[in-house]
């Protein structure tokens, strides 16, 4: 089955630069659409060695703690 969807002028330009000879309009939709695909986090398993894992996990720390005072309870 198919489905006729609409695109602006640009989106659809984007998508006919990414299109391969014989590939069609939806392989490119699909093959997009599975690369941004959320990957899982045993992916990312052993990437980081030595002092690498340390300053990651120190950005992570200072992001959240960023992010926390930013927070507001809307429910107040």
């Given at each position: 089955?198919?489905?006729?969807?609409?695109?602006?002028?640009?989106?659809?330009?984007?998508?006919?630069?990414?299109?391969?000879?014989?590939?069609?309009?939806?392989?490119?939709v699909m093959r997009v659409a599975v690369?941004?695909?959320?990957?899982?986090?045993?992916?990312?398993?052993?990437?980081?060695?030595?002092?690498?894992?340390?300053?990651?996990?120190?950005?992570?720390?200072?992001?959240?703690?960023?992010?926390?005072?930013?927070?507001?309870?809307?429910?107040?």
């Amino acid at each position: 089955m198919t489905k006729a969807i609409s695109l602006s002028e640009k989106a659809y330009e984007t998508l006919k630069r990414m299109k391969t000879p014989g590939e069609s309009f939806s392989d490119v939709v699909m093959r997009v659409a599975v690369k941004e695909k959320k990957k899982s986090l045993t992916e990312f398993s052993g990437k980081w060695v030595g002092d690498d894992i340390d300053e990651v996990f120190a950005q992570i720390k200072k992001e959240r703690e960023q992010s926390a005072s930013r927070q507001v309870d809307l429910f107040q």
